[in-house]
């Protein structure tokens, strides 16, 4: 599974829906998120991916769509090999 | 070390139900509690103000307390006072017939009580019994144009109060873990005029991971795991974020006293009536963990321990 289908695959399990939402789609205006959904969907990420996602970071808007999402995990995880 | 000898509380009479709020407000009634676990909150009457509340409050701690204590220093914390300056600390301090000691304002919002125990802690020894003073009237910027119905379903009135000294008895205070982050100061806020400003997610978000990692310092402090705390007195913002809060530290939710369901969120004032109301219904032992914890405007937020003497 690629990284967008992980991803989808957490919003789907967090946001309790059987469809997964398209890569653009906002995930906070389509109900798939709520601020406590968006929380426990970091967690999972974190689980999933293997990384520590710093409060610094927990910025709503840089999770509002799974293209957003892979942006952001590619950024981290680039980060975290280089340091 | 200093002590917690007793809370007091005071809320006001009126009591305003979610049905009334959902017709003020153009919503529906169990829109309300589904959003954020409240079905009633109360209301300061016409003229009542944040100094009314803070003095009934204080009453009552201090007649809890027993004998006659005469705090050397007055703490009040206030995010809703009705003037920019002075702020109510003077004016209650002297209400209760201490004028003349130090009376200072602690404008922090919901932290506000939970950085009050833990300076009072540090400053007992310096000035003797210290009267930590928690007063909100937030339904007046709950309820300000233009108007949130996200907010102003969430905050009522209320005062909180508590007696810290160096004498031996009551709720050793144990350890402090204290924190500030200007970097949110504009994720929730109260500006001038107009109703309370909140992003409600990055509050969420932040409060989820900042209160757990907080609680668990404090406890780490003392070498205590979350499992042996008999009760956890948490400001009383959003019953989903308490629940969240017992799950990321792997205890039953009813280890957390609430009562938000029947005041909402009182801002700083509720981590101390909800002290005050557990500490009516439960005789504490000796050597029971009691574990505060607040997070709020800033971000400040925080934890400290203290044990049953």
Redesign the interface.
Known sequence: MNKQGKIAEIVRKVSGKSAAPDPEESLFDSGYLDSFALTDMVAELEKDFGIKIPDADLNPRRFDSIARIEVYLDARQTKASAG | MASIRAFGRCVPERVLGNEELARLLGCETDWILQVCGIRERRIAADGETVADLAVAAAQDCLAKAGAAVSPGLVLVSSGSAERRFPGPAAKIAERLGFAGIPAIDLPLASAGSLFGLSLAAQLAPVYGPVLVVASEKMSGPAMAEPLDKNVAILFGDGAGAALVSEASGGLEILASALHSDG?YANDLRLEQSGPVLM????????A???IPAAIEEVLARSGVEPEAVRVFLMHQANQ??MD?VAKALSVQTDRFYTNIVRYGNTSSASMLIAAAEWSEAVEASPGDLICFAAFGAGFHWGAVLARQL
């Open positions: 970097a992003n409600g997610r990055s509050v969420i978000m932040q989820s991971r900042k989903n974020l969240r």
